[in-house]
């Protein structure tokens, strides 16, 4: 069978019952946010503040050069402010916050890896300790 891709919350609901979870968080001075996942608190850190894409700016995108593997066009990564989100061209892949993390630190290799449950708690450790993260998670 092949391996299905879940976020945090499906993983918690395919769980329920068995752990107990309490989440807050919050990033720096926002509001908590208000739900059970811990994903909104992580990718509500801007990823202008990870990664920096010098390229054309068409609205919310800017269109340039992908900062982990580059580009031979100068034109292969696209980073859309407002949605928060990234886009390879040339791995035909994106993400969000975590990934770029793991991408930033190495946690990864490509724009394509995809991050398990270890990786996902050194991005959690990296996001608290680099982008003033704060999330803290109570498994009973």
């Known amino acids: 069978m092949p391996i299905v891709e879940i976020d945090y919350g499906e993983f ?29 608190g992580l990718q509500s850190i801007p990823l202008s503040s990870i990664i920096a894409v010098n390229g054309l700016k068409h609205g919310d995108e800017i269109q340039g050069t992908n900062p982990w593997h580059g580009s031979t066009t100068g034109c292969n990564f696209c980073l859309n402010t407002s949605l928060n989100v990234w886009h390879c061209f040339r791995c035909n892949s994106g993400g969000g916050v ?9 946690i990864i290799q490509e724009c394509n890896d995809l991050l398990d449950g270890g990786a996902f708690c050194k991005v959690l450790n990296i996001a608290r300790e680099k982008y003033g993260l704060s999330l803290h998670q109570t498994f009973i």
Do not use: R
Not at 12 to 30: D, P, S, Y
Not at 98 to 106: P, T, V
């Open 12 to 40: 918690l609901k395919a769980f329920e019952g068995l752990i107990k979870v309490k989440v807050l968080k919050t990033w720096q001075n926002q509001e908590s946010v208000n739900n059970s996942t811990g994903i909104e």
């Open 98 to 106: 975590a990934k770029a993390i793991a991408l930033n630190e190495e």
